[in-house]
């Protein structure tokens, strides 16, 4: 979405991806030396954890960044799934010490409110005067006020919390159970999210199966189009070739994803479900923002 809002309003997009060969880390020193030879690039945003690829970003590899001796610019470290990471992972507490550090977070994720599209950014004074200075005027209405912050009244946590644990217990169950069903490859970056991040293969692991965006494409259309099972398509995207983006559901919804998964993946391999002519297809799902 950054890149998104960025051409909205003709901005450039510099970008640097993560280390796809050590678990999409964040690259401090290829940042680093963008910013030392453009002045003009003003805003470095981090997703931690990321999307697809739930990790974590390292904090000594973001400091780094907040570190340069030249630049005048400003870290935006987005923790939209930071309540699905171990406690302690998040950045909120550094603005005290990092002035041009911007952290956001929202009541989208684990707290199951994304209707009223809310979250928040903590970040210095001078730049939360900045902020307050361009927001529209009463860009938060009295029933999203109210409604967030019965969000975090105590009771509500401890919801959100219970909530949250159902998820990392489907979690494990599909880290434990996906592995055993024919086609599917390794598990690729973290397990810091709501998701997992997993590859497809054009056949058997031991048969040597290799990850493959045609299978992966045609399961990501055959889940959605037969069997009313919605996972996304993210083999476009650095290092996640043959990938699905899988959200953790109830166990009711796992039950039947893991066996729908099983059906379309054996019939996909069978050849019968259409694995032609999928270019279109890719772009048009890997251009799903979600």
Known sequence: MYAVSAQVNDLEVVQVPLDTTKGFSLQPGAINEKLSSDPRIKI???CSPGNPTANLISKADIQKVLEHRTWNGVVVVDEAYIDFAPEGSSLAEWVAEWPNLIVMQTLSKAFGLAGIRLGAAFTSPSIAALLNNLKAPYNISSLTSALACEALQPKSLQVMRRNREK??????RLLKEMPKIPGI????GGRSSNFLLVEVLDKPREDGGRPNNEIAMAVYEGLAETKGVVVRFRGKEPGCNGCLRVTIGTEKEVDKFLHELTVV????????LDVTNVEEDEKAASNIIA
């Open 44 to 46: 470095v945003y981090v």
């Open 167 to 172: 998820i990392m217990t489907q979690k494990e």
């Open 185 to 188: 490859g390794r598990f690729r």
């Open 265 to 272: 993946l054996q019939e996909t391999h069978r050849g019968k």
